[in-house]
């Protein structure tokens, strides 16, 4: 523990806390759950809360968890973590990997794996209720604490919402939460403004005509137009949207077809778009849809493709003056050098909708999760891209320092409203 954690009235007892956090950690990794199937997590959430006297709400849009501590005269501080995992295959062959399988919404059966480091958020938001709670005299206000389901399919903060969120409990006077990342553990990054992309799933549906792979001039293949698609996607952004604005466009699915002597009737293709702008946005929709269209038309498709939104992720833009505050808090607490300004980030995060649709400041900023030397040395080498990112079957964050740095950001920030 550093010698500014020792002089800290809530973070002078983090060290004994340690031990279970990372018990908490393997577990929860140990043991993920999909979106909307974050029973076992919540269950552990909210027994954490209980015993450490907070009041404790369960349910909420589903599998949600709200955690309310009154501590006198003061505002309300919303401290923010996501419960669920990835249909993604473990591949960090650490002790206590994931060996979960679970139905997904199709009814298919899926591996399931922590792939974000949604397990390490469950930890850090666990860890700072705690020492919260356990050092009362030193803040006065309303610490509400909210492990949210769903953030990779972008349901579960709307679904919480939807459940009453801003009409059960009290309104917060700034939301803030973080995610770990790819970056140097102990590590912190943020930033005023947009801080994770707006994001939109689609999935486009190719009507063709099916025949025999010996006759394709009886067909109209679906697999040809859907190459011609995807391909044509790739210019919206190198040759539609300007170098000094932002977008990206992936195609991450394309299935079509059974056998390889048979044409078949359609194809899909899923994608997603990330933008930073509303206008850009827009465009890029407009651009993928002209795109589809006319490559239909021009392969004499049967019918209209079929363009389905999957999620929609909001822009998240942190508040100028609770980021201001928020970062001062932090250079006063860290050694120099341990926090710094980041660019915003192509990933998206549903975050952003709690403090947009309640009307209330938040700030979101980035914890790094990777072992300072593998990630110097990969620096030097210029092969940072190669690091396991999040959603990778080996991305997994080191534990130390990232579990300790997770918890005092969050307990420092809360208390940059929070304080005695």
């Known amino acids: 523990m550093s010698a500014t954690a020792l002089r800290d009235p809530v973070l002078g007892n983090l060290d004994p806390l340690i031990p279970g956090l990372e018990a908490l950690y393997k577990d929860v990794h140990a043991h993920p759950e999909l979106s909307m199937q974050e029973t076992r997590t919540a269950g552990l959430a909210a027994d954490r809360l209980r015993a450490a006297g907070f009041e404790v709400t369960e349910h909420v849009g589903n ?4 955690g309310l501590l009154r501590n006198g005269d003061g ?3 919303m401290l923010r973590a996501d419960m669920d995992a990835l249909p993604v295959e473990e591949a960090t062959g650490v002790p206590y990997a ?3 399988t679970a139905n997904d919404p199709e009814g298919r059966t899926v591996p399931v794996m922590h792939a974000c480091g949604h397990d390490m958020h469950v930890a850090w938001l666990a860890g700072a209720s705690a020492l919260m709670a356990h050092a009362r005299d030193a803040w006065h206000g309303t610490l509400m604490v909210v492990f949210q389901p769903a953030e990779e399919t972008a349901a579960g903060a709307q679904a919480m919402i939807d459940d009453g969120l801003f009409k059960r409990f009290p309104k917060p006077d700034v939301i803030l939460g973080q995610h770990v990342m790819v970056g140097p553990a102990g590590m912190l990054g943020g930033r005023t403004g947009a801080i994770t992309s707006a994001a939109d799933s689609l999935q486009i549906r190719l009507f ?3 025949a025999h792979g010996s006759m394709p001039q009886a067909s109209i293949d679906p697999v040809v137009m859907a190459a011609a698609v995807v391909l044509r996607l790739q210019t919206i952004v190198s040759r539609e949207v300007a170098a000094t604005e932002a977008a990206v ?9 059974t056998k390889e ?3 078949p009737d359609e194809a899909i293709i899923k994608l997603n778009v990330r ?10 929709l407009a651009a993928i849809e002209r795109i589809v269209n006319a490559e239909a038309e021009a392969s004499g498709a049967p019918r209209k493709p079929e363009i389905t939104p999957l999620d929609r992720y909001p822009l998240a833009v942190n508040d100028a003056a609770a980021s201001k505050r928020v970062s001062e808090a932090f250079r006063q607490y860290f050694s120099p050098g341990r926090v710094h300004e980041t660019g915003p980030a192509s990933a998206s995060e549903d975050f952003g909708s709690f403090g947009s649709e309640w009307g209330v400041p938040s700030v979101f900023w980035f914890v790094g999760g990777t072992d300072p030397d593998v990630y110097a040395k990969a620096k030097a080498a210029n092969r940072i891209n190669e690091l396991p990112t999040n959603h990778n079957p080996r991305f997994l964050p080191v534990i130390h320092p990232t579990l300790e740095t997770g918890v005092e950001a969050m307990v420092v920030a809360a208390r940059a409203w929070l304080a005695a």
Do not use: H, M
Not at 63 to 66: K, L, S
Not at 275 to 284: I, L, M
């Open 249 to 257: 466009v992936t195609v991450g699915a394309l299935q079509a077809g």
């Open 98 to 100: 994931s060996k979960v």
């Open 275 to 284: 933008t930073f702008d509303e206008g850009v946005r827009k465009r890029v």
């Open 63 to 66: 599998t949600g968890v709200v």
């Open 208 to 210: 063709g005509r099916g």
């Open 75 to 77: 505002p309300t501080v």
């Open 261 to 263: 002597n048979v044409i």
